[in-house]
């Protein structure tokens, strides 16, 4: 099965979620530390990755710094106060989606 | 291993041939090469940490290959995507502090001045056509002026070429054209324009001066703010 797919439309929350949790991350730091996380089973892919931080960049949840290490710049992003609230509401969002899907697949029958 | 062992890390001469390697899949901006060649070195590093033989060139394809058939392709286009949105967002936001107090009140004369002309003049049409005509040569003539005064930079970032670009502004050049058709199946016996096409004539030309004044003068002028925002790398390579 393409695991991935399943996680396609949850993208920005995992993002939002991970920056919640660490200070600030780099692009490649985040497919590392999904990878890790879930041992493996997800992966989020490079050409889904950027798209997707830009866009969280353009609307303002997340802000970018810019450092240089190892002799080349490394562009971290993290989260904004939007984008602590936005992280707030769409994890509800997805918990909420999960427990629909929770009920639809074990239906307690009375 | 020893604890103090060290592994490969990409070098300085390998950095510079990934910024080749960038720019070779048509990756023209400088703002995107630098955080996708951190990508592909830390990538290849990450490689050379479990597998010290393989070649630097092997290591790239690997890591390139992740970014799908593709190649960056879509990154490219998405990042020109959301740039040009936030520089339409950018141009509607000084828009809106442009109509406050006290240039509301020189806009709302404008347009009545440019209403009066069409209704009560014979050839109030042709002069205010004439006018705008002299605003659209003299922000021609600008824009080539500004762009024979910016050198060409090595170092191109994608927001500082829509800026310069005008976000593709002198398109917009034609619209006073269409209302050539207006007038000409639109005047009446004296030869003034009816009073609603005047009155939208008036409205979407002073409209249209005020975004053509925000494009070609106001944000090029303060594009370092706005650029340093958005590239915090910006200040270093000017």
Redesign the interface.
């Known amino acids: 099965m393409r695991k991935t797919n399943l996680f396609k439309g949850s993208i920005h929350t995992i993002l939002l979620k991970l920056l919640e949790s660490n200070d600030k991350m780099y692009g490649y730091e985040i497919t590392q530390k999904v990878k890790e996380v879930t041992r493996g089973d997800l992966k989020i892919t490079e050409g889904a990755l950027y798209p997707a931080l830009h866009k969280l960049e353009a609307e303002g949840l997340v802000d970018v710094e810019v450092q240089q290490v190892d002799g080349r710049l490394r562009k971290y992003y993290k989260l904004t106060e939007k984008g602590q609230k936005e992280t707030v509401s769409k994890l509800a969002e997805l918990e909420k989606y999960l427990e629909t899907m929770q009920t639809l697949l074990n239906p307690k029958f009375s | 291993m020893s604890e103090n062992y060290k592994h490969r ?2 070098s ?1 001469q390998e ?1 510079q041939e990934l910024f080749g390697f960038t720019r070779k899949h048509y990756v023209a901006y400088y703002d995107l090469q ?6 592909l ?3 290849i590093e ?1 490689q050379w940490k479990t597998n010290s033989y393989i070649s630097f060139e092997d290591a790239l394809q690997v890591e390139f290959k ?3 058939i ?1 190649g960056f392709s ?2 490219i286009e ?2 020109q995507k ?2 040009s ?2 520089y339409y967002k950018m141009v509607g936001k000084e828009m809106l502090t442009f109509f406050k107090v006290p240039r509301i009140i020189l806009s709302l004369g404008s347009m009545y001045l440019i209403y009066w002309l069409l209704m009560h003049f014979s050839y109030g049409f042709e002069f205010v056509m004439g006018v705008t005509v002299l605003m659209a040569i003299i922000a021609l003539v600008l824009m080539i002026r500004n762009k024979k005064n910016r050198t060409e930079k090595k170092k191109k970032f994608l927001l500082e070429e829509i800026i310069f670009n005008y976000g593709g502004a002198f398109a917009v050049v034609h619209v006073p054209f269409n209302f050539l058709n207006i007038y000409f199946n639109r005047i009446d016996d004296n030869g003034v324009v009816v009073f609603y096409y005047a009155l939208i004539i008036s409205i979407t030309l002073v409209l249209l001066y005020v975004y053509g004044f925000i494009c070609f003068f106001y944000i090029p002028k303060r594009a370092h703010k706005y650029l340093t925002q958005v ?3 910006y200040n270093k390579f000017e």
Not at chain 2, 34 to 39: G, I, P, R, S
């Open positions: 890390v990409v300085k950095i630098t955080e996708l060649v951190d990508h070195a830390n990538g990450e992740k970014f799908g593709f879509d990154i998405q990042r959301v740039l949105k936030r590239y915090p790398e």
